[in-house]
């Protein structure tokens, strides 16, 4: 081990503290998580009816300040349902980060359409809008309203921004381009809950987001997710969609659209509710950890620790740190290293645009993203740190 | 209350025996449920990896004989991933009775295909495969050794047979007619685990099958399904589909196709690890609540109780009572006696030709559908009772 890596894991280790492999996220149960699934058992519901979706969806209403929640079996399932509800259609483009999970992209090849790749910023790892602006001038027109791709003449129906690692992108300047040109915005929230921007929490600036309660996330169900909105509207569609369109009667069976198997089981529900009980603790326990590593990577010349963007305040649900431009041959070697010495790392990512299946979709010119690309890496970061 | 619905109504409450409201099936949990529950939230792996997945998959290989389960959300991502893994694709013809629940017709949709709805039998509530065989031979050409509807131009490249209530196809007579049209056969196996044909485990004779273990049936995950298969190919393939068709890397992301978020948490694995092991004692106690009705119903001139085909050993998943020709019009009063007296039951679905996004599918003619739709009534089928 050389003098730079020996000092990044000697670092890494005064924070962690712990002689055992510590992985990059795993979920903290130390509130009612066994109390209500024995519960939710001995209720006898523990599929798709049952009191716990209902009382996890209200928590959840009551903890992002927004009117309705739809609870659901996973993050990319609220996407999908999300980017139907909003019209996207069959040989749509879609906008989205090509730095992102590959779960917004396939929400977009579920409806038929077709992810087209924007660049992102270095400030926030999220869309960065002024290129976005310019892009648009350039590539689109308006006709009847909406926004068309010149190059491919296929129409543009929307926009999906990701908060990447919990950090809010700028709503409110993504807002202002994506109105100018007909866009509609769905937020990909999976990785932000318990993230705000400017004071409300993220999804609150647009008509619908998705959020994940995976197993990595800040809070988990075990798997499942959630659509939130303000529009009642929109809310009953998306508990309609998502529970296969069946037309509420006693005993009839009556179906009105081609729904789907989305609902999230009670059984998953009532350990959602254990854990957003506890949230608030997950979100002070991670927030000081980021502040622990960001005193301990202090002051090193090939890196700096990633921080909330000054408009934001965010969850840290991922710390991570950047290589600075010319240090990105040390990507891999802190990544072997680190593991090696039990502490996991990961880089972020392949970009979308690099995967086989999305080679061919439509892409601005991605710098910033192929430049992120070596030099992010992702350092432990449960809450129980 | 006329005289023979209050002698119905007493034949039926002689058998459930229960001054609470009956639900139509509810799950039972005398079993390893809470210990397994509690077990997994304290491993803390609740999520897509724990070892509770792996074990439930084990279990699940060892009852049903088969030599691959992958377990998964629910049986609707099941059957979806079994018509991509078997080549269907936009534009195919997909055969499936026009009398199932609308999950079958889903799961066809989401790959751009077409239901193409044939008719049943009354024996076993599953198509007739004679009147299939006739429909076929009229109606399509075989090209480049695949059939093609002669009529819409469309491929026929599956057929779908459902175990209607726990209640086996006459498998062998299917096999030999699809092989024949060179139709690929999936079975939607979502109401009969636990259910043997010709001593087979139902999905045993087809190269891919879809069970369900949502919370009405005759064991739960909460929500969750599996798809079966003896071919390690396809197995393995299904894996990778149904986990965002991840190459496995030690921290690299990559993916070689659009594939799916449909994993099962291990919370449900858990759940579902518990009630594989009551599995034998929930059929017993069934096929013993089924001889009870049968026996209290008999010698009833305007009904008979549904039983197993000659060739199959049923699990009973829901007990149905059919209505003989020219009975139909007592259809709507039992549902309204029996239901207000705290007996629940229920009418077959309607038929899927008959919902606004199916009524353009091709079907053939499907009289004995049309004249069971009027007559079949699910009754109360717990374990427990």
Chains 1, 2 share one sequence.
Request: proline share 3%; charged share 25%; aromatic share 8%.
């Amino acid at each position: 081990m050389n003098n730079f890596l020996e000092d990044l894991n000697g670092r890494l280790a005064s924070v962690i503290d712990s002689d055992q492999f510590v992985p990059l996220h795993n979920p903290v149960f130390e509130g009612n998580e066994e109390k209500y699934l024995v519960d939710c058992v001995r209720s006898n519901f523990v599929s798709s009816v049952g009191e716990y979706v209902t009382k996890f969806e209200t928590a959840l209403q009551d903890y992002t300040g927004m009117k309705h929640a739809v609870v659901c079996v996973n993050g990319t399932a609220a996407l999908h349902v999300s980017l139907i509800l909003l019209g996207v259609e069959v040989d749509d483009e879609v906008l989205m980060p090509a730095m992102t999970f590959i779960a917004t992209a396939n929400a977009v090849s579920y409806v038929g359409a077709i992810p087209h790749f924007v660049d992102v910023e270095e400030k926030s790892l999220g869309i960065d809008v002024d290129k976005l602006e310019v892009y648009l001038k350039e590539i689109s027109e308006m006709r009847d309203g909406a926004c068309y791709n010149k190059k491919s003449g296929r129409r543009i129906k929307a926009i999906v921004p990701m908060h990447t690692f919990g950090h809010p992108v700028d709503m409110d300047r993504l807002h202002t381009v994506a109105e100018r040109f007909s866009i509609e915005v769905i937020e990909d929230a999976a990785e932000s809950l318990g993230s705000y921007y400017k004071n409300r929490h993220t999804g609150k600036t647009s008509k619908l987001s998705a959020v994940s309660f995976n197993g990595n996330k800040i809070m988990t169900t075990g798997g499942g997710g959630a659509i939130l909105t303000d529009d009642d509207d929109l809310a009953k569609r998306a508990k309609h969609i998502t529970t296969t369109a069946k037309i509420p009667h006693k005993w009839e069976f009556n179906h009105d659209m081609v729904g789907f198997n989305y609902r999230m089981p009670a059984l998953n529900a009532a350990l959602g509710l254990a854990q957003i009980e506890r949230l608030d603790i997950f979100l002070e326990k991670k927030r000081a950890l980021a502040l622990k590593y960001k005193e301990a990577l202090k002051g090193m010349d090939e890196l700096k620790f990633f921080e909330e963007p000054e408009y934001a305040k965010s969850n840290y649900w991922l710390n991570a740190i950047i290589l600075k431009r010319g240090y990105e041959y040390l990507r891999d070697e802190i990544l072997a290293i680190t593991n090696e010495n039990g502490i996991m790392t990961r880089p972020i990512w392949t970009l979308l645009n690099k995967l086989e299946m999305f080679k061919e979709c439509p892409k601005m010119n991605l710098d910033v993203s192929e430049s992120l690309e070596k030099r992010v890496i992702n350092i432990p970061s449960s809450a129980w740190l």
